[in-house]
């Protein structure tokens, strides 16, 4: 390997500036110097319409999840992020600290963060979060649903992720070790572990170099649960996945098994989930068409003693359209069928349902 | 019959028409003979990069040099053709997806900002010039003094099947 020139390349030379253009340039170059600490704040937001055939029920239009994304750096090694949400109810607006952590760089291959952050479990709670203009569908897999029970969608702990040296295959890790979920198994422990026990995450991904745009990846997350009226439960999350995330076409699959086994009893439950997503960019017009379908599969035995019991098929088909860089209008359709390894699930006959979302950032 | 000849003859344009390539006009068509270099701060302890090693770069997953040095990605501003050939070969995406990568990028904690947007050749020299871990892509013909190109794939800029142009 021969050193590169230090300097010029052979063809013209700048030809000599005035002092005052010199001295523009040294200026507009100290605005790119970085100042600390930096504040960016970038907000989400959707405005939706549903109408669905299940009996009782509305249609009309709602509010959508108000995001404020947070990121500071502090130094040139430490960083802020944040993530605050406001959700429409009949009685106001409820707020949420979704994240807000502050980490440490040391370098590519290990970075430390303490705070509250989103479990790293699969693909969709880390790559998406809370902006619904992120996500191609109108909202996320019912495995990775904020307020559900399937998936810890918080961690409140500390967390150590990087890059681990491996030539092309790009491999990268994240390991987490925090409160767990709480007495509220959706929630997380924010004020104190519910037990004295901590739970731990360990995620291993590969972004490979070729094909470029494949990532692929598995979790292990074990926690002990203390349910509101005293029994524990064991619980063991295993998931995989694989996506494609190039736009055409966009492919995303994940699965996963939660695994609840009683300490006083012994008795075990496994209840596994998974999704499939396709999405293709269509190539006319600047290609802001993107037409979608998702198949989404919950399977839940009636051992389960934590989940509520939930067995579910669903199935999305819709179109998105990108009006601009920042703003997206979503049309779907979903069919939301009830077990049928269950012999159906009559506390949830299958229903029909259309949406409307328009989805920006700001 | 010349009715029916007429419509044929429409119809078949029109399929043509639709047939034929439409690929954005770009500068990069207006000007493909001239080669982009990467090019560093001269004090960045690197001289050679595959071209995965510059898209890993340029998609801020690898975001230091050396544990002491950050990269720090300077992007001209739309409608250059060193640009054009940054989203077209490195990033592999539009405009609209590089926006948007970004705006993701941030938004999950990878980052805390995105590239660096220049609007001038000697801005974007003062800047790589200046800055420790400064990476930036250039006009090949015109590399100014004070700086480090970097071979890319083994290749620099004008060498046959150098990968950015």
């Known amino acids: 390997m021969s050193a590169a020139p230090a300097a010029g390349a052979p063809g013209g030379q700048p030809a000599p500036k005035s002092e005052r253009e010199a001295q523009a340039t040294r200026e507009a170059v100290q605005q790119y110097e970085s100042h600390y600490p930096s504040l960016q704040i970038r907000g989400f937001g959707d405005v939706d319409f549903s109408a669905t055939d299940t009996k009782g029920a509305t249609s009309g239009f709602n509010m959508g999840e108000f995001d404020l994304h947070i990121a500071s750096a502090l130094s040139r090694k430490v960083s802020f992020f944040a993530e605050v949400t406001f959700n429409a109810q009949p009685t106001g607006y409820n707020l949420e600290v979704e994240r807000s952590f502050v980490r440490y760089d040391y370098n590519d291959h290990f970075k430390l963060s303490f705070g509250r952050f989103h479990t790293p479990i699969g693909y969709w709670n880390t790559a998406f979060h809370h902006g619904t203009w992120l996500q191609t569908t109108v909202d996320r897999p019912f495995m990775f649903m904020d307020g559900g029970t399937f998936t810890p969608i918080h961690m409140v702990g500390f967390l150590a992720e990087g890059s681990i040296p491996s030539g092309g295959l790009g491999l990268g890790y994240n390991i987490g070790v925090g409160n767990g979920r709480g007495s509220l198994i959706e929630r997380p422990g924010d004020a104190g572990d519910v037990n004295n026990n901590r739970a731990w995450v360990a995620k291993l991904f590969a972004r490979p170099a070729k094909p470029y745009g494949l990532e692929l990846g598995g979790s292990f997350y074990r926690d002990k649960i203390t349910l509101p009226a005293g029994p524990e439960y064991r619980e063991w999350i295993a998931a995989a996945y694989l996506t494609w995330t190039k736009g055409a076409p966009e492919f995303l699959s994940e699965f996963e098994n939660v695994n609840h086994r009683s300490i006083s009893t012994n008795q075990v439950a496994n209840s596994d989930a998974f999704y499939t997503q396709f999405g293709y960019r269509l190539p006319w017009f600047e290609r802001p068409l993107k037409p979608y379908y998702r198949f989404e599969y919950t399977h839940m035995p009636l051992s389960e003693q934590v989940f509520a019991y939930q067995p579910r098929a669903e199935s999305i088909a819709g179109i998105r359209w990108d009006i601009s860089n920042f703003a997206a209008f979503k049309l779907e359709y979903q069919h939301l069928g009830s077990h049928p390894a269950q012999g159906g699930n009559p506390a949830q006959p299958a229903e029909n349902a259309g949406f409307v979302q328009t989805a920006f950032t700001f | ?165």
Not at chain 2, 25 to 37: M, P, W
Not at chain 2, 134 to 143: H, L, Q, W
């Open chain 2, 1 to 165: 019959m010349r009715h029916f000849l007429k419509l044929s003859a429409t119809i078949l344009a029109a399929i043509l028409l639709l047939c034929v390539p439409r690929g954005n006009f770009t500068l990069a068509q207006s000007s493909r003979e001239a080669d982009i270099a990467v090019v560093v701060n001269a004090d960045t302890p690197v001289t050679d990069l595959s071209l995965s090693e510059v898209r890993k770069i340029f998609l801020g997953d690898r975001q230091y040099w050396t544990t002491k040095l950050p990269v720090v990605l300077v992007m001209r501003a739309p409608v250059t053709r060193e640009r054009d050939v940054v989203l077209r070969v490195i990033y592999q995406m539009s405009e609209t997806q590089y926006s948007q990568y970004w705006v993701a990028k941030i938004y999950r904690s990878e980052v805390t900002a995105a590239p660096k947007i220049v609007y001038s050749d000697d801005t974007q020299y003062e800047l790589v010039t200046a800055m420790p871990g400064a990476i930036a892509a250039v006009d090949g013909r015109n590399v100014h003094p004070g700086v480090k190109v970097l071979r890319v794939d083994g290749m620099l800029p004008g060498d046959r099947g150098y990968p950015l142009r």
